[in-house]
């Protein structure tokens, strides 16, 4: 089966044996189910554990995880994660987490196809359009890649407000924020973009729904 797969499976075991040592009850605590006040949306890259980076142990965070955390009106998917958060966990909070130095922004930032992705990295084309004036203006092509990973997180944040699983929760006076953050690879800190939307009222008047 090869070294890593047995590796694997050796490392599983010796994490039981850990939590155990440090608490008896940890999986039979953990199976009765899950409160987490916490939904993660968050880019697949391997290098970007959600309950890591916060600390968060297990139960503590929900979390959905696609090529540039994207929030795609249409994805099933994530509407799916979303809606069980929103409406059955009951989370108060959803981070929209991008990553500096995100190889499907990247992507997104040139013209070669690389396979059926490409219908996904349209997506973050979309995002390069609407911010083309500002993004164009930056020379320096690092800056220009941290500032597009910027804005990419800021949009998708408000992707999330006009969804009508996130309004219809707003106008069920349930609580519930929205944030977008950036983590640094090469440090291990996020930032705080500063869009934290809170109400519908945040977003222009056509999108706003009613219900």
Known sequence: MGELYKKLLENNKKWVDDQLAIDKDFFKDLAKGQ?????????????VPANEIVGAKPGDVFVH??????????????????????????????????????????????NSSIGIIDNWIRHIKDVYRLHQKELDSISNDEQRFNKFVEVNVKEQVFDLAKTSIVQNAWQSNQPLFLHGWVYGLNSGYVTDLDVNISSEKDLDDVYQLKF
């Open 35 to 47: 409160t987490p006040q916490l939904l993660w949306i968050g880019c697949s890259d391997s290098r």
């Open 65 to 110: 995880r696609n090529i540039a955390n994207m929030v795609v009106h249409s994805d099933m998917n994530m509407l799916s994660v979303l809606d069980y958060a929103v409406n059955v966990l009951k989370v108060r909070h959803v981070i929209v987490c991008g990553h500096y130095g995100c190889g499907g922004v990247k992507a997104a930032m040139g």
